[in-house]
């Protein structure tokens, strides 16, 4: 070899040294950052205005994250925002319930059956005499706070707010103009406990379950916390990231369950036949889905579709999930 030959060839390996020692990219982070990327600029949807504080929030925040069962989390857009997680919070209290009274009594005082309806439908408690109202939607929900352990709408406030905490990894605050804005508003809600009080499915004083209801709604999260707190039930119910034991793991399929069959309200059917993974949704933008044994999501974007569901949250995730080979039904056949 002539000496220019050999300089051409030890650059030629110098550049493919370099190829080589690049790192791969992350495919979580890959996922994240495809999935905010294609929905940044997407345009659909409409904040709820029945609450009047959530149509004041800033349409255009959007915030994807995702937390590994080994705690890694993986961020883009406005993950650090803050906003109320509203429907949401009702994972975390059928997770108090389940815990003080096991998963037959919920079954019996609650019920866990999707009903079809509207999160807020009245016809479905009528329908039912107030039986099989499954936890996350408002009178069964309303229902599973009425039921948290504790004397006074106090202990079970702490309660409620402490079980949050065990699976943020945080303290947590409440967001006090949403809370003022939802109580000067829930006649709805105050009539659905009323309801449920007449047909002997509401466990504790109808007015005060309803307020412990609307503020544990304005729990003030961001798009991080709630990624922690779905990887924490992805990992059978330990905080990835504080390693604390939150609930039994035992608890953590039957929660899964009801999100798999009624997360997305009466749209958790089509949500499940696409993208296969338990979620929930909140009417601030919210939604978590876990990925079990793998990882939690959480994406915030305001703008909801006509079923309560944020748009872009649902799109993001959808494709996430389909990115990372997570939907559990989804069985691979032949060499992995
Ligand atoms: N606080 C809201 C309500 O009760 C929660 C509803 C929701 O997020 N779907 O109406």
Known sequence: MTRSRIAAFLLAAAVATAAVAAPAPNPYQAAVDGAWERYR???EGKNADYIPALAKVDSKLFGVALVTIDGKSFNKGDVEARFSI??????????????????????????????????????????????EMNPFVNPGAIAATSLVEGATAEEKWARIVAIHEAFAGRKLDIDEEVYRSEAATNDRNQAIAKLMRAYGRLYFDPAASTDVYTRQCSISVNASDLAVMAATLANGGRNPVTGKQVIASANV???????????????????????????????????????????????????????????????????ISAALRANPYDVKVGKP
């Open 253 to 319: 399929s039957r929660i899964l369950a009801v999100m798999a069959t009624a997360g997305l309200y009466d749209d958790s059917g089509i949500w499940l036949y696409e993208v296969g993974l338990p979620a929930k949704s909140g009417v601030g933008g919210g939604i978590i889905a876990v990925a079990p044994g793998r990882f939690g999501i959480a994406v915030f974007s305001p703008p909801l579709d006509a079923a309560g569901n944020s748009v872009r949250a649902q799109k993001a995730i959808r494709d």
């Open 86 to 131: 509203q429907s949401i919070s009702k994972v975390f209290t059928l997770a108090s319930v389940l815990e003080t009274y096991g998963a037959q009594a919920v079954l019996e005082k609650l019920g866990v059956d999707a009903t079809g309806q509207v999160f807020n439908s009245i016809v479905a408690i009528e329908q039912m005499k107030g039986k």
């Open 41 to 43: 600029t997407l345009d």
